[in-house]
């Protein structure tokens, strides 16, 4: 999706124009194929400034991540202090899930990257790093303080949900992506099946799930087929 780029005035303006610039070109070029050049002319910044401002087009693209990771972690903050009583999970699912819809306009980009990232291991653990802190927001935010060894652990075990579901949702061209969070529910509750075999909720993992849900999870691990 192209950007509408105003004329930008300080240099924390151009720079974001840049990102947004190289963000849009990503939808239809390869990363390695995208020059300051072209960046610079279609955010409308001076060729010899942009890349003391951008550094690379790598790093411009990781920006523009991290500013739509930030728009999306806001926007589920406000859905889920507006939600009420709901579990942790649930506000976790709502924050992934969101996270899936602020990117639905760009699967091409993330098509991109992950073709990228195939060939450039320092840009998959960039976008590896950049998931993490998303995630480990949308963990705190939920009210899982995501801390010590076992709170990495639940860290790594939502990105996993994310990273399994993310294969449904690149196919997933329903309006209220309805796949995806299935997907996620499923997931999830599996996650946190093992959570519970692993004993990674200190004592808390009633906070995690509802009653029903928690019913459910018991009676998979006791041996009842609930799929």
Partial sequence: MLQDFASPHSNDEKRAALADAAWALLATHDIDKIGFDMVADMAGIEHGLTGALGGSVQRLVLAKMA?????SVMESFDDIEDAGEVSVREKIIEGLLHRFETYAPYRAQIDQ?????????ELALRLLDGLEAVVRRIM???G???????????VKGVI????????????DD??????TMKMLDQRMVKAEEWGVSLRLFNGKHGDY???D??????????GVDND
């Fill in 67 to 71: 500013a739509l990771d930030h728009q």
């Fill in 113 to 121: 990257l992950n073709r990228s990232a195939c060939r450039h291991p």
């Fill in 140 to 142: 705190v935010m939920a």
């Fill in 144 to 154: 899982d303080s995501a801390q010590g060894l076992k709170g990495m652990l639940r």
């Fill in 160 to 171: 996993a949900v994310f990273l399994a579901t993310a294969r449904v949702w690149m196919k």
């Fill in 174 to 179: 329903s309006p209220d992506l309805a796949a």
């Fill in 209 to 211: 799930a509802d009653q």
């Fill in 213 to 222: 849900h928690h019913d459910d999870t018991s009676a998979g691990r006791y």
